[in-house]
């Protein structure tokens, strides 16, 4: 199979600050960039496409302040393995410079180990249109991520221009994502800020943890802020909130809704799979067919890239959550805690 090369995306520089000073040089661009893993950093490393004072340098090397550090794309080709599967889209919005898509539970977003067919790339490279290339060959378009068994609103760039500026704005905190999540328990808080660094779990390397204040954090914790406001509550006990987030660490909200003792429910690996305090074989049934966690990505918002005119999407739950969600209003209302009105979007 022949591949065409493509034109290099920009380079990028950055003068090395004090809160990056002493952090190997891998982690903190990948901390830096939503757009580059640690993986393809550490590999644009090897091959001598970053630079640190002009110099090769290598994954390991803790930054200093005031060093100059380049990043130089190499041009890329489309990998042999990676073939266009024609896989329907839930198309939100698209022109030529993005996509805004809404993401069924259950896809994964990019190959990785385990996931080497069926991901949205796969269905992106067979929908009509270009695909920026600025995330690698293995993840043309995609400038952020959802996690697999999370639904909802992601953004496709189509070209280097549109995914250079969609990037900036998530690095910026100028592109607002916002969720909706069922979690266990009745809070104790209408809203809350949780700011508590995250990082991978020291055993358990499909996981992430917190790192509270006084604990000793490994270089792989990053700070991370989520603010939570419950838009309703029910006598399960449960309750829906709204997460915004601030930052975007690998399983941010599920690990924040955790730590604070309201886990996400169905969520497999941080607690959210408990039993009923009541006896109600059809609510059974209805959270075993969320089908993963019940966190779903509902509104998007950013500025054009090139017209600077303000976007913003929302998406509906999938059908099983809002019948979940429905039959928690029908059956365990609370008091005093009638249905959002964000939730009053005809869905």
Same mark, same amino acid.
């Given at each position: 199979?022949?591949?065409?090369?493509?034109?290099?995306?920009?380079?990028?520089?950055?003068?090395?600050?004090?809160?990056?000073?002493?952090?190997?040089?891998?982690?903190?661009?990948?901390?830096?960039?939503?757009?580059?893993?640690?993986?393809?950093?550490?590999?644009?490393?090897?091959?001598?496409?970053?630079?640190?004072?002009?110099?090769?340098?290598?994954?390991?090397?803790?930054?200093?302040?005031?060093?100059?550090?380049?990043?130089?794309?190499?041009?890329?080709?489309?990998?042999?393995?990676?073939?266009?599967?024609?896989?329907?889209?839930?198309?939100?919005?698209?022109?030529?410079?993005?996509?805004?898509?809404?993401?069924?539970?259950?896809?994964?977003?990019?190959?990785?180990?385990?996931?080497?067919?069926?991901?949205?790339?796969?269905?992106?490279?067979?929908?009509?249109?270009?695909?920026?290339?600025?995330?690698?060959?293995?993840?043309?378009?995609?400038?952020?991520?959802?996690?697999?068994?999370?639904?909802?609103?992601?953004?496709?760039?189509?070209?280097?221009?549109?995914?250079?500026?969609?990037?900036?704005?998530?690095?910026?905190?100028?592109?607002?994502?916002?969720?909706?999540?069922?979690?266990?328990?009745?809070?104790?808080?209408?809203?809350?800020?949780?700011?508590?660094?995250?990082?991978?779990?020291?055993?358990?390397?499909?996981?992430?943890?917190?790192?509270?204040?006084?604990?000793?954090?490994?270089?792989?914790?990053?700070?991370?802020?989520?603010?939570?406001?419950?838009?309703?509550?029910?006598?399960?006990?449960?309750?829906?909130?709204?997460?915004?987030?601030?930052?975007?660490?690998?399983?941010?909200?599920?690990?924040?809704?955790?730590?604070?003792?309201?886990?996400?429910?169905?969520?497999?690996?941080?607690?959210?799979?408990?039993?009923?305090?009541?006896?109600?074989?059809?609510?059974?049934?209805?959270?075993?067919?969320?089908?993963?966690?019940?966190?779903?990505? $509902?509104?998007?918002?950013?500025?054009?890239? &090139?017209?600077?005119? #303000? =976007? %913003?999407?929302?998406? *509906?739950? @999938?059908?099983? $959550?809002?019948?979940?969600?429905?039959?928690? &209003?029908?059956?365990? #209302? =609370? %008091?005093?805690?009638? *249905?959002? @009105?964000?939730?009053?979007?005809?869905?």
């Amino acid at each position: 199979m022949s591949t065409t090369p493509t034109a290099p995306p920009p380079s990028r520089r950055l003068v090395v600050m004090e809160e990056d000073a002493g952090t190997r040089i891998d982690q903190a661009l990948a901390s830096r960039y939503d757009d580059l893993t640690r993986s393809r950093i550490q590999k644009l490393i090897e091959s001598g496409h970053i630079t640190v004072n002009g110099a090769p340098t290598r994954a390991s090397y803790p930054l200093r302040v005031g060093d100059r550090v380049c990043i130089a794309f190499p041009e890329t080709t489309r990998p042999e393995g990676l073939l266009p599967e024609e896989i329907e889209l839930d198309i939100v919005y698209e022109d030529e410079d993005l996509l805004v898509i809404n993401k069924p539970v259950g896809m994964v977003v990019h190959p990785a180990v385990g996931s080497t067919r069926g991901t949205l790339v796969h269905a992106l490279l067979a929908y009509p249109g270009a695909l920026s290339s600025i995330a690698g060959e293995d993840r043309p378009g995609i400038v952020h991520r959802l996690d697999k068994d999370t639904s909802g609103l992601i953004m496709v760039a189509r070209n280097d221009y549109a995914h250079n500026d969609l990037s900036r704005q998530i690095r910026e905190r100028t592109a607002g994502r916002r969720y909706l999540a069922l979690v266990w328990g009745n809070p104790r808080f209408d809203r809350v800020r949780v700011e508590v660094p995250i990082g991978r779990h020291p055993t358990d390397r499909k996981k992430m943890t917190v790192y509270p204040a006084g604990e000793r954090r490994p270089p792989s914790a990053r700070d991370a802020t989520t603010d939570l406001t419950v838009l309703e509550r029910f006598t399960l006990p449960c309750a829906l909130l709204e997460a915004k987030l601030k930052t975007g660490r690998t399983h941010q909200i599920r690990v924040h809704c955790s730590y604070i003792g309201h886990p996400v429910m169905g969520d497999p690996q941080y607690g959210g799979q408990r039993k009923l305090p009541v006896r109600d074989l059809e609510l059974e049934d209805l959270i075993e067919r969320v089908e993963g966690q019940a966190l779903h990505a $509902y509104r998007l918002s950013f500025t054009h890239p &090139r017209t600077g005119a #303000p =976007m %913003e999407f929302t998406a *509906p739950p @999938p059908r099983p $959550y809002l019948e979940l969600l429905n039959y928690l &209003r029908a059956h365990y #209302p =609370m %008091e005093g805690s009638g *249905p959002s @009105p964000l939730v009053g979007l005809n869905w």
